[in-house]
Protein backbone atom coordinates (compact mmCIF):
# COMPACT_ATOMS: atom_id res chain seq x y z
CA UNK A 1 0.00 0.00 0.00
CA UNK A 2 1.29 3.45 -0.74
CA UNK A 3 2.30 5.83 1.89
CA UNK A 4 1.00 9.03 0.81
CA UNK A 5 3.61 11.03 2.78
CA UNK A 6 4.76 12.85 0.04
CA UNK A 7 2.21 13.57 -3.14
CA UNK A 8 2.52 10.89 -5.84
CA UNK A 9 1.01 11.41 -9.78
CA UNK A 10 -1.86 9.74 -8.76
CA UNK A 11 -2.16 12.54 -6.04
CA UNK A 12 -1.62 15.29 -8.11
CA UNK A 13 -4.08 14.44 -10.94
CA UNK A 14 -6.92 14.55 -8.08
CA UNK A 15 -5.81 17.40 -6.34
CA UNK A 16 -8.75 19.96 -6.63
CA UNK A 17 -8.26 22.92 -8.75
CA UNK A 18 -9.23 26.09 -6.73
CA UNK A 19 -10.83 26.54 -3.34
CA UNK A 20 -12.63 23.03 -2.28
CA UNK A 21 -16.24 23.36 -2.72
CA UNK A 22 -18.19 21.86 0.32
CA UNK A 23 -21.82 20.90 0.54
CA UNK A 24 -24.19 23.71 2.36
CA UNK A 25 -27.95 23.49 3.35
CA UNK A 26 -30.41 22.60 2.95
CA UNK A 27 -29.45 18.66 3.09
CA UNK A 28 -31.77 16.03 2.58
CA UNK A 29 -34.22 15.48 5.90
CA UNK A 30 -33.44 12.51 7.58
CA UNK A 31 -33.00 10.70 10.71
CA UNK A 32 -31.40 8.08 12.32
CA UNK A 33 -31.40 5.81 15.26
CA UNK A 34 -28.31 6.73 18.10
CA UNK A 35 -25.81 6.49 17.55
CA UNK A 36 -26.06 6.93 13.81
CA UNK A 37 -23.79 5.55 11.06
CA UNK A 38 -21.98 7.90 8.75
CA UNK A 39 -22.12 5.42 5.75
CA UNK A 40 -26.13 6.69 5.55
CA UNK A 41 -25.64 10.07 5.96
CA UNK A 42 -26.53 12.26 3.19
CA UNK A 43 -24.63 14.17 1.83
CA UNK A 44 -21.51 11.88 2.58
CA UNK A 45 -18.84 13.50 5.59
CA UNK A 46 -15.83 14.70 3.39
CA UNK A 47 -12.85 13.24 5.30
CA UNK A 48 -10.31 12.47 2.76
CA UNK A 49 -8.85 16.02 2.76
CA UNK A 50 -7.00 15.57 -0.94
CA UNK A 51 -5.79 19.17 -0.30
CA UNK A 52 -3.63 18.00 2.79
CA UNK A 53 -0.08 16.64 1.78
CA UNK A 54 1.72 14.89 4.77
CA UNK A 55 5.19 15.88 5.77
CA UNK A 56 6.21 12.65 8.31
CA UNK A 57 5.07 14.89 11.68
CA UNK A 58 3.84 11.82 12.85
CA UNK A 59 6.40 9.37 11.28
CA UNK A 60 5.84 6.44 13.60
CA UNK A 61 4.39 7.65 16.15
CA UNK A 62 1.24 5.88 18.18
CA UNK A 63 -2.00 7.24 18.51
CA UNK A 64 -5.14 5.98 20.39
CA UNK A 65 -8.70 7.79 19.28
CA UNK A 66 -12.14 7.36 20.65
CA UNK A 67 -15.00 8.05 18.37
CA UNK A 68 -12.59 6.84 15.70
CA UNK A 69 -15.48 5.25 13.25
CA UNK A 70 -16.72 8.67 11.86
CA UNK A 71 -17.05 11.67 11.62
CA UNK A 72 -14.05 14.55 13.32
CA UNK A 73 -12.27 10.90 14.44
CA UNK A 74 -12.35 9.42 11.16
CA UNK A 75 -10.54 12.56 9.60
CA UNK A 76 -8.29 12.67 12.02
CA UNK A 77 -7.24 9.10 11.88
CA UNK A 78 -6.98 9.47 8.02
CA UNK A 79 -4.21 12.52 8.75
CA UNK A 80 -2.67 10.71 11.28
CA UNK A 81 -2.03 8.20 9.04
CA UNK A 82 -0.94 10.38 5.97
CA UNK A 83 1.65 11.99 8.56
CA UNK A 84 2.95 8.48 9.15
CA UNK A 85 0.96 7.07 12.59
CA UNK A 86 -0.24 4.12 13.69
CA UNK A 87 -3.94 4.43 15.40
CA UNK A 88 -6.21 2.28 17.25
CA UNK A 89 -9.94 3.23 16.91
CA UNK A 90 -12.32 3.24 19.57
CA UNK A 91 -16.05 2.80 19.21
CA UNK A 92 -19.68 1.47 19.99
CA UNK A 93 -20.33 -1.96 18.87
CA UNK A 94 -23.05 -0.67 16.81
CA UNK A 95 -20.57 1.28 14.94
CA UNK A 96 -18.82 -1.69 13.92
CA UNK A 97 -19.14 -1.17 9.72
CA UNK A 98 -17.99 2.67 10.27
CA UNK A 99 -15.12 1.27 12.01
CA UNK A 100 -14.29 -1.44 8.95
CA UNK A 101 -14.46 1.52 6.64
CA UNK A 102 -11.79 3.72 8.76
CA UNK A 103 -9.53 1.35 9.05
CA UNK A 104 -9.65 0.52 5.11
CA UNK A 105 -9.02 4.41 4.91
CA UNK A 106 -5.75 4.43 7.12
CA UNK A 107 -4.74 1.34 5.26
CA UNK A 108 -4.60 2.95 2.31
CA UNK A 109 -2.01 5.35 3.51
CA UNK A 110 -0.33 2.74 4.44
CA UNK A 111 -0.05 2.87 8.20
CA UNK A 112 -1.93 0.41 10.62
CA UNK A 113 -5.27 0.64 12.26
CA UNK A 114 -6.59 -1.11 15.41
CA UNK A 115 -10.15 -1.53 15.75
CA UNK A 116 -11.24 -1.65 19.42
CA UNK A 117 -15.00 -2.01 20.58
CA UNK A 118 -16.53 -0.68 23.55
CA UNK A 119 -18.11 1.93 25.82
CA UNK A 120 -15.69 4.41 27.38
CA UNK A 121 -17.75 5.78 30.00
CA UNK A 122 -16.84 1.78 31.44
CA UNK A 123 -13.58 2.64 32.98
CA UNK A 124 -12.60 -0.80 32.49
CA UNK A 125 -12.59 -0.97 29.33
CA UNK A 126 -11.10 2.01 28.93
CA UNK A 127 -7.94 0.45 30.56
CA UNK A 128 -8.05 -2.28 28.43
CA UNK A 129 -7.96 -0.63 25.16
CA UNK A 130 -5.06 1.23 26.21
CA UNK A 131 -3.26 -2.26 27.12
CA UNK A 132 -4.28 -3.48 23.62
CA UNK A 133 -3.18 -0.37 21.69
CA UNK A 134 0.21 -0.82 23.87
CA UNK A 135 0.53 -4.23 22.81
CA UNK A 136 0.00 -4.08 19.31
CA UNK A 137 2.25 -1.33 18.74
CA UNK A 138 4.34 -1.20 21.48
CA UNK A 139 3.69 2.73 22.85
CA UNK A 140 1.33 5.37 22.89
CA UNK A 141 2.22 8.98 22.05
CA UNK A 142 -1.15 10.51 21.45
CA UNK A 143 -4.48 10.08 23.00
CA UNK A 144 -7.54 11.81 21.38
CA UNK A 145 -10.62 11.52 23.29
CA UNK A 146 -13.16 12.39 20.89
CA UNK A 147 -16.00 9.72 21.71
CA UNK A 148 -19.55 11.81 22.59
CA UNK A 149 -23.06 11.22 23.52
CA UNK A 150 -25.94 14.19 22.90
CA UNK A 151 -29.58 14.55 23.25
CA UNK A 152 -31.59 17.50 22.88
CA UNK A 153 -34.09 18.41 25.02
CA UNK A 154 -36.64 21.17 25.18
CA UNK A 155 -35.82 21.64 29.09
CA UNK A 156 -34.72 21.37 31.97
CA UNK A 157 -37.60 19.53 33.13
CA UNK A 158 -37.37 16.59 30.12
CA UNK A 159 -33.59 15.91 30.84
CA UNK A 160 -33.69 12.71 32.94
CA UNK A 161 -31.23 11.72 35.95
CA UNK A 162 -30.59 8.22 33.67
CA UNK A 163 -29.56 11.03 30.16
CA UNK A 164 -27.11 13.32 32.98
CA UNK A 165 -25.67 10.53 34.10
CA UNK A 166 -24.91 9.38 30.46
CA UNK A 167 -23.87 12.43 28.58
CA UNK A 168 -21.44 13.05 31.55
CA UNK A 169 -20.21 9.41 31.90
CA UNK A 170 -19.47 9.31 28.22
CA UNK A 171 -17.90 13.02 27.55
CA UNK A 172 -16.15 14.04 30.46
CA UNK A 173 -15.64 10.60 32.42
CA UNK A 174 -14.49 8.99 29.65
CA UNK A 175 -12.17 11.72 28.99
CA UNK A 176 -11.10 11.17 32.61
CA UNK A 177 -10.24 7.70 32.47
CA UNK A 178 -8.89 7.62 28.84
CA UNK A 179 -6.33 10.12 30.28
CA UNK A 180 -5.86 8.24 33.21
CA UNK A 181 -4.98 4.72 31.88
CA UNK A 182 -2.86 6.03 29.10
CA UNK A 183 -0.49 8.36 31.21
CA UNK A 184 1.71 5.60 32.18
CA UNK A 185 2.45 4.93 28.62
CA UNK A 186 2.82 8.54 27.65
CA UNK A 187 6.21 10.10 27.53
CA UNK A 188 7.36 13.80 27.33
CA UNK A 189 6.88 14.82 23.92
CA UNK A 190 3.24 13.14 24.03
CA UNK A 191 0.33 14.96 23.58
CA UNK A 192 -3.35 14.74 24.72
CA UNK A 193 -6.16 16.11 22.83
CA UNK A 194 -9.43 16.71 23.86
CA UNK A 195 -12.59 17.56 21.61
CA UNK A 196 -14.84 20.34 22.88
CA UNK A 197 -17.11 22.37 21.95
CA UNK A 198 -19.04 25.95 21.23
CA UNK A 199 -21.72 25.07 23.18
CA UNK A 200 -19.34 24.62 25.92
CA UNK A 201 -18.11 28.01 25.50
CA UNK A 202 -21.62 29.71 24.89
CA UNK A 203 -24.13 27.01 26.05
CA UNK A 204 -26.70 25.58 23.89
CA UNK A 205 -30.49 26.21 25.21
CA UNK A 206 -31.74 22.39 24.19
CA UNK A 207 -28.17 20.80 25.30
CA UNK A 208 -27.46 21.79 28.84
CA UNK A 209 -26.21 18.44 29.97
CA UNK A 210 -24.16 18.28 26.59
CA UNK A 211 -23.34 21.93 26.80
CA UNK A 212 -21.93 21.34 30.80
CA UNK A 213 -19.80 18.48 29.83
CA UNK A 214 -17.78 20.12 26.85
CA UNK A 215 -17.53 23.13 29.71
CA UNK A 216 -15.68 20.71 31.93
CA UNK A 217 -13.66 19.47 29.00
CA UNK A 218 -12.24 22.92 28.15
CA UNK A 219 -11.53 23.28 32.49
CA UNK A 220 -10.34 19.69 32.17
CA UNK A 221 -7.67 20.33 29.31
CA UNK A 222 -6.52 23.40 31.09
CA UNK A 223 -6.33 22.28 34.19
CA UNK A 224 -4.39 18.64 33.45
CA UNK A 225 -2.18 20.79 31.14
CA UNK A 226 -1.29 21.90 33.97
CA UNK A 227 -0.98 19.05 35.67
CA UNK A 228 1.38 17.45 33.19
CA UNK A 229 3.83 19.95 31.94
CA UNK A 230 6.59 18.83 34.20
CA UNK A 231 6.11 15.48 32.59
CA UNK A 232 6.77 17.06 29.06
CA UNK A 233 3.52 16.01 27.83
CA UNK A 234 0.79 18.35 26.09
CA UNK A 235 -2.59 18.72 26.90
CA UNK A 236 -5.00 21.17 24.09
CA UNK A 237 -8.51 21.15 23.32
CA UNK A 238 -10.29 21.59 19.65
CA UNK A 239 -13.73 22.95 20.15
CA UNK A 240 -15.85 23.15 16.97
CA UNK A 241 -18.98 24.64 15.97
CA UNK A 242 -21.10 22.81 13.93
CA UNK A 243 -20.03 19.88 12.12
CA UNK A 244 -20.85 17.44 9.68
CA UNK A 245 -21.43 14.12 11.22
CA UNK A 246 -23.52 11.00 12.21
CA UNK A 247 -24.29 12.63 15.51
CA UNK A 248 -26.52 15.12 13.57
CA UNK A 249 -29.29 12.85 12.13
CA UNK A 250 -29.37 11.03 15.46
CA UNK A 251 -30.40 13.58 17.81
CA UNK A 252 -32.07 16.58 15.24
CA UNK A 253 -35.67 16.20 13.87
CA UNK A 254 -35.34 16.00 9.91
CA UNK A 255 -36.03 19.19 9.41
CA UNK A 256 -33.61 20.73 11.50
CA UNK A 257 -30.76 18.39 10.00
CA UNK A 258 -31.95 20.16 6.47
CA UNK A 259 -30.43 23.49 7.99
CA UNK A 260 -27.86 22.12 9.95
CA UNK A 261 -24.70 24.87 10.36
CA UNK A 262 -26.85 27.14 8.25
CA UNK A 263 -26.34 30.26 11.22
CA UNK A 264 -22.42 30.52 10.50
CA UNK A 265 -21.15 33.16 9.07
CA UNK A 266 -19.81 30.22 6.18
CA UNK A 267 -23.71 29.43 5.94
CA UNK A 268 -22.81 25.47 6.62
CA UNK A 269 -21.27 23.53 8.93
CA UNK A 270 -17.73 22.08 8.55
CA UNK A 271 -16.93 19.05 7.10
CA UNK A 272 -14.59 16.80 8.99
CA UNK A 273 -11.34 17.02 7.24
CA UNK A 274 -11.62 20.88 7.66
CA UNK A 275 -11.42 20.16 11.41
CA UNK A 276 -9.02 17.59 11.53
CA UNK A 277 -5.40 19.50 10.67
CA UNK A 278 -5.84 20.88 14.02
CA UNK A 279 -5.28 17.66 15.72
CA UNK A 280 -2.29 17.15 13.26
CA UNK A 281 -1.34 20.71 14.59
CA UNK A 282 -1.46 19.65 18.29
CA UNK A 283 -0.26 16.21 18.39
CA UNK A 284 3.23 17.69 16.06
CA UNK A 285 5.89 18.22 18.10
CA UNK A 286 7.22 20.53 15.00
CA UNK A 287 3.71 22.53 15.20
CA UNK A 288 2.79 23.13 18.73
CA UNK A 289 5.56 22.26 20.98
CA UNK A 290 5.23 25.47 23.02
CA UNK A 291 1.84 25.35 22.86
CA UNK A 292 -0.44 23.79 25.57
CA UNK A 293 -3.72 24.57 27.74
CA UNK A 294 -5.46 26.09 25.05
CA UNK A 295 -8.56 25.54 23.74
CA UNK A 296 -8.94 26.35 19.79
CA UNK A 297 -12.18 26.94 18.06
CA UNK A 298 -13.11 26.55 14.97
CA UNK A 299 -16.47 28.21 13.94
CA UNK A 300 -16.67 29.02 10.32
CA UNK A 301 -16.39 33.11 10.75
CA UNK A 302 -18.14 33.29 14.19
CA UNK A 303 -15.62 35.41 16.65
CA UNK A 304 -17.75 35.87 19.59
CA UNK A 305 -16.63 33.16 21.40
CA UNK A 306 -13.78 33.16 22.82
Not at 96 to 121: C, F, H, P
Not at 195 to 217: N, P
Not at 232 to 244: F, H, L, Q, S
Not at 248 to 254: F, I, L, V, Y
Request: hydrophobic share 35%.
Amino acid sequence: MANRSTPSATDEKTKPEGPQKQPKPPFPEQHQEPPGLESKLQPRPHYQAPLYRGSEKLKDKAALITGGDSGIGRAVAVLFAREGADVALVYLPEEQSDAEETRQAVESEGRKALLLSGDVSQPAFCQDAVARAVKAYGKLDILVNNAAFQKHQEGLENITFEQWDRTFKTNIYGYFAMAKAALPYLQPGSAVINTGSITGLEGSEKLLDYSATKGAIHAFTKALARNLISKGIRVNCVAPGPVWTPLNPSDRAPEEVAKFGQKTPLGRPAQPEEVAPAYVFFAAEADSSYITGEVLTLLGGETSAA
